[in-house]
């Protein structure tokens, strides 16, 4: 089968440009015969230096050159490679001057003339050419993203950004003015070892072994880039520094005669030797031959250099025991590693361990040294990957779920981990939230991708090819569908690559990348172009819809002037979503809706579902302007209905001032089409817009009403909703108790997790209040629903109700007194809080104050709802807040928030605000303004049945008053507000054992606050 030819492909590589200047100074004194000569042997010494770097000549323009490094193959320090070049070039050129440009960026390879019949086009070309002739003479200007890769390891001198031709944008530029000895990158190792117990015993007791027994040892390290045997090596260095001589070195990653700048390294370290012959032998080794052996033929010069080595350290072996470790010998060459196998073959009673590092791939040498024990650097398991990245973050605790994305997603690599962390950092991704860091989302960072742009080009290209359609696939990565595909020779590839590692086969026959960052890089250099046909292949393949909707949603992205694909794409996007919205994949439904409805779909049904999933995750704007394609339809009338309808639902929460009027008309014209179905909900949704503006008796009217024409028409849904609303509005109905079991038990039935999230709020709401302030026994059931609730809402990915189910959840726990438990719902509510949509979730930011506050913290009190919000729940975030303060004794503070309006109306209000008022005031030593905020709280509490709220206004009300007839008998249900005030009125009283009793209690509820006054 014929070779494919070369695809385009992008790439991260590093290009240089470097011109003669001062050229027609130079031409007007000479011939110009003899400036061609000049220019062209400095040209051909120039390209010696780029190739001796790694890098190949693109083309010569002129007298001008440009040079790639990265292209064909990539290493993983390409710009540290292209800077040494410029900088060895300003050495070059005799009478000529050059001006060199650097920049490293993504390019694309394409198949057009170049050294291996292509040429790299982009962006990044131009700004080095631009570099380039912003240089002065002997200059070398380097773009930002040199510098960035070079790090630690270039010193730079920065200079003014450049307006390059073509750019809207400043260019940050440096000059290169040297690079630093490898191993030498400034940046001290201040991170503790993390995990490799196992690997630091073993090679401590094989020192321990060596010095003892007198005899040497060769161990390999080997393993992929960045998975710590550097780091390792640097750990057996301190255990054997102790009690040894130790000598380390490694080899240049570029340039030549590598192999005797190492023995060059080790013979310094090791120190002089007195024998003249020995000397003289091994220092021909570091490139020093010395005029006696010159007539040595090669064969015996060899010999002779072993013999040298040997016999230095049988020397040095005598005075201590040795450690010489090697590393990064899988640069070395041939000639190298064969005299170092003859040493360490022929060294036997020399306590010396000899560790050579080296990488994986490539692997050949590791065949030179057969009888060696080889110790692989793997991967570091979860616990210890999870733990090295709370390291590296250091100064705060990482979210839990944090944490994991970047094990999952750096695959146990303690590199990728440092650099992930690092790009987190400097993209501001990393978010301190207060009590830990959580992480946003982030791209490969470019230190990384240079890594594994270096490990992708070892494979050969029919594997690169089916790794890059494997990581496409994705999960769909079959054997079948990767030959499908068609890349030849697809079969003998994908074993190869199961077989070297790289790719695992999992269930049912799936091949999945065993380093994912890989497979993102994989996948990031195939060209757009290739991409988009790829997917568009891949969306033929048998699958499931999702599977060819995704194909089809990236084959549109990357084939934007194919419209027909695109089309195709938003119907099946469609035709997706709504299933998924059907089956309560909501933040599913959501995205792959959006993007149908981008790409083109315009069905009022899909439009209708997005727009509603829109409204539900808070996201008001998009869900009208979603809405706003709905357009007339001249033979069907119910669309407009049923679009203005939607748009008027949108806003019963947020501006629900607005939207009544809205849904009454609506329902009006329901009305005149004739559909009660559809009316009865206009009706009801008005119902819940009166209850946002507090408008308590019209909210109950208007559901009154709604539920009516439900039951009437029998919609069993319809009257449930009603219902359970009622059970809010109006929590003193006697019908109460039968509504809320109808609607769990019609939730349950249904098995419908939307259905069961508006049963289970008004339940847990009804149950909180009548428990607040009471025991664990009391909020039990509470707490039941409560966690019922924060479960099918995280299911459905409703943000919103997560929140207020947490909040509850947390403040219970933190009311009877299980401060750590109300600080892992604290947790979970700082993580749903930080997505954007929530920002204004009031109740979820108290309820985060009161756990955190509990737990001893001394923060401010985060800001109140602003007064015109007329949410009740927010209503309830403020008594939340102030109750809170008091608790904590910070009863000035609390003082300087007593409402004298009521924010939430009726008695809820009375419970949650009214309550807290009278607490408040009596901590603040106004018993008479206390009194009737504490008589209404009696009332209401009897209305609602709340138990604990009322005995806790009475024993307020027996405090105010002073009258021991009042106290209220000890409530039973365990640690509770409740029983702290029965104590507190027994022990202003005068009863001692009553305030031996409050200061247990309060010590446990963390609530300094109740003793203040006593
Ligand atoms: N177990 C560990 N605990 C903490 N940090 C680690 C650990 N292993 C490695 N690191 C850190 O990860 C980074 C990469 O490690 P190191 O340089 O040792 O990798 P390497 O295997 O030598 O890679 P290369 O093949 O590129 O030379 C370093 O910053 C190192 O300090
Ligand atoms: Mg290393």
New binding site residues.
């Given amino acids: 089968m014929a070779e494919p030819g070369p695809v385009p492909e992008r790439k991260l590589a590093t290009v240089l440009f470097a011109d003669v200047v001062g050229f027609t100074s130079l031409s007007e004194r000479t011939d110009s015969e003899v400036v061609a000569r000049l220019v062209d042997s400095a040209f051909r010494e120039m390209a010696a230096v780029v190739v001796d770097h790694g890098g190949t000549i693109d083309k010569y323009m002129g007298d001008c050159l440009m040079a790639v490094f990265g292209v064909p193959t990539a290493h993983d320090d390409d710009a540290e490679r292209a800077v040494a070049a410029a900088l060895a070039m300003r050495k070059l050129g005799g009478d000529l001057v050059f001006s060199i440009g650097v920049n490293s960026g993504e390019v694309l390879v394409t198949p057009l003339g170049g050294d291996a019949g292509t040429t790299v086009i982009g962006d990044t070309v131009n700004v080095a050419a631009r570099l380039e002739k912003a240089a002065g003479p002997g200059e070398v200007l380097c773009g930002p993203l040199t510098v960035e890769l070079i790090g630690g390891r270039g010193v730079f001198r920065p200079r003014q950004p450049v307006i390059l031709k073509g750019k809207r944008e400043p260019v940050d530029v440096a000059e290169a003015v040297s690079l630093r000895p490898s191993g030498a990158d400034g940046s001290a190792e201040e991170i503790p070892l993390v995990g490799r117990e196992d690997e630091i015993n073993y090679l401590g007791a094989l020192w321990q072994r060596v010095a003892r027994d007198q005899r040497a040892q060769t161990v390999l390290l080997c393993g992929e880039a960045g998975s710590g ?2 780091r390792l090596a640097g750990e057996l260095i301190r255990l054997a520094s102790v009690d040894g001589t130790v000598v380390r070195s490694s080899y240049p990653a570029y340039g030549p005669a590598g192999g005797a700048a190492v023995a060059a390294d080790v013979l310094h370290q090791l120190g002089p030797v007195d024998d003249n012959e020995v000397s003289i032998r091994v220092r021909s080794l570091a490139g020093k031959t010395d005029e006696s052996l010159r007539l040595m033929d090669p064969a015996g010069l060899h010999k002779e250099q072993v013999w040298g080595f040997l016999t230095l350290l049988q020397e040095k072996g005598a005075e201590a025991p040795m450690l010489i470790v090697i ?2 010998v899988h640069r070395s060459s041939d000639t190298m590693l064969e005299v170092i196998a003859e040493l360490t073959g022929r060294l036997s009673s020399v306590p010396l361990l000899m560790v050579l ?1 080296g990488r994986s791939e490539p692997s050949s040498w590791l065949a030179h040294f057969p009888a060696a024990t080889t110790v692989r650097v793997g991967p570091l398991g979860r616990c210890d990957a999870a733990a090295l990245s709370r390291v590296l973050v250091c100064d705060k605790p990482l979210a839990a779920e944090a944490a994991d994305f970047l094990v999952a997603r750096a695959g146990g690599n303690p590199l990728y981990l440092r650099e992930l962390v690092r790009m987190a950092r400097a993209t501001g991704s990393l978010v301190d939230d207060g009590e830990c860091y959580r992480l946003g989302a982030a791209a490969v960072p470019a230190s990384l991708h240079a890594v594994l742009s270096a490990r992708l080009d070892t494979l050969g290209p029919g594997q690169k090819t089916v790794f890059q359609h494997a990581s496409l696939l994705g999960d769909s990565a079959t054997e079948d569908n990767i030959g499908r595909l068609g890349a030849p020779g697809a079969a003998a590839a994908l074993t190869s690559l199961v077989d070297g590692g790289l790719l695992v086969r999992g269930p049912a026959g799936v091949h999945q990348a065993a380093d994912p960052l890989l497979s993102e890089v994989a996948y990031e250099t195939l060209s757009r172009h290739v991409r988009g046909a790829l997917h568009k292949q891949a969306a033929l393949l048998p699958g499931p819809p999702e599977q060819r909707a995704r194909h089809l949603e990236r084959a549109a992205q990357y084939l934007s002037d194919d419209s027909s694909v695109a089309d195709q794409a938003a119907e099946m996007l469609a035709e997706v979503g709504e299933e998924y919205a059907d089956s309560a994949r909501y933040p599913e439904a959501l995205r792959v809706l959006e993007r149908a409805v981008e790409l083109g779909t315009r069905r009022t049904s899909v439009l209708l579902k997005l727009a509603d999933l829109q409204a539900l995750t808070g996201a008001d704007e998009e869900a009208r302007a979603t809405l706003a394609l709905i357009e007339d339809d001249p033979a069907d009338p119910e669309v407009a209905i049923e679009r203005d309808h939607a748009a008027a639902r949108v806003k019963m929460f947020t501006d629900p001032e607005m939207a009544w009027p809205k849904l009454m008309s609506v329902a009006g014209r329901w009305r005149e089409v004739g559909r009660p179905d559809r009316e009865s909900w206009a009706i009801a949704n008005a119902g819940v817009a009166s209850f946002n503006v507090s408008r308590m008796e019209q909210a109950a009217d208007e559901l009154e009403r709604a539920l009516a024409m439900f039951v009437e028409m029998q919609d069993r849904v319809g009257a449930v909703s009603c219902s359970s609303f009622l059970c809010i509005v109006k929590p003193g109905d006697r019908r109460v108790p039968g509504w809320l079991a109808d609607a769990l038990a019609f939730a349950d039935e249904t098995g419908e997790r939307s259905k069961q999230i508006s049963a289970l709020t008004p339940l847990a709401w009804n149950y909180y209040l009548r428990s607040l302030w009471g025991g664990p026994a009391d909020t039990a059931e509470a707490e039941g629903f409560g966690r019922r609730l924060a479960d099918v809402a995280e299911q459905l990915g409703d943000d919103e109700m997560a929140v207020q189910a947490h909040s509850l959840l947390a403040l219970m726990a933190r009311w009877t007194g299980r401060i750590e438990e109300a600080g892992r719902e604290q947790s979970r509510l700082v993580a749903l809080l930080d997505r954007p949509a929530l920002r204004d979730a009031w109740l979820g930011w108290a309820a985060g104050f009161s756990a955190a506050v509990a737990g001893g913290s001394t923060r401010a009190a985060p800001p109140f709802p602003p007064s015109r919000l007329a949410d009740p729940v927010a209503g309830v975030a403020r008594t939340v807040i102030r109750a809170e303060l008091a608790f904590a004794g910070r009863i000035e503070e609390a003082a300087m928030q007593i409402e004298t309006v009521a924010r939430v109306p009726g008695a809820v209000g009375d419970i949650a605000g009214g309550l807290v008022n009278a607490l408040t005031l009596v901590l603040d030593r106004r018993p008479a303004e206390a009194r009737p905020c504490a008589e209404r709280a009696v009332s209401a509490a009897r209305v609602l049945d709340a138990g604990p709220a009322g005995v806790l206004a009475m024993a307020l009300l027996a405090e105010i008053d002073r009258d021991p007839d009042l106290v209220p008998p000890a409530p039973e249900g365990g640690l509770s507000v409740a029983s702290a005030a029965v104590m507190r009125a027994r022990a202003v009283l005068g009863d001692a054992e009553a305030l031996e009793e409050l200061h247990r209690i309060t010590d446990r509820l963390a609530m300094p606050g109740l003793v203040s006054g006593v």
């Fill in positions: 045997k550097t590393d990064d590092a």
